[in-house]
Nanobody, 123 residues
């Protein structure tokens, strides 16, 4: 089973950028689909972005609310998946989590969460 640890969150002004990391151990991420999720105070956890590079088209997926602003990528050598977040808005404030699964459907159905990393967008 792969273990994941999120990092890279922080406080940023509106319009700023952050890069989140999802570091994996125990298994190589090349055999998994990986997704990023977020949970804002008082709201349910929601899907943000996913990647499944086993597909020839690159297999990236984004929530409509982050398309064009966020980009998910991977570094096999580091066994890490990144979430580059640009043009951040206050509504992006949340705890961000990553999850792994055999398919994107399994990722979306994940129920085992780590600590996440806090992202706060505020002036």
């Amino acid at each position: 089973q792969v273990q994941l640890v999120e990092s890279g969150g922080g406080l940023v002004q509106p319009g700023g950028s952050l890069r989140l990391s999802c570091a994996a151990s125990g298994r190589t991420i090349s055999n998994y689909a990986i997704g990023w999720f977020r949970q804002a105070p008082g709201k349910e956890r929601e899907f943000v972005a996913g990647i499944d590079w086993r597909f020839s088209f690159g297999g990236t997926y984004y929530a409509d609310s982050v398309k064009g602003r966020f980009a998910i990528s991977r570094d096999n050598a580091e066994n890490t998946v990144y979430l580059q977040m640009n043009s951040l808005k206050p509504v992006d404030t949340a705890i961000y989590y990553c999850a792994a699964g055999s398919t994107m459907a399994a990722v979306r159905g994940n129920t085992d969460w780590g600590r996440g990393t806090q992202v706060t967008v505020s002036s």
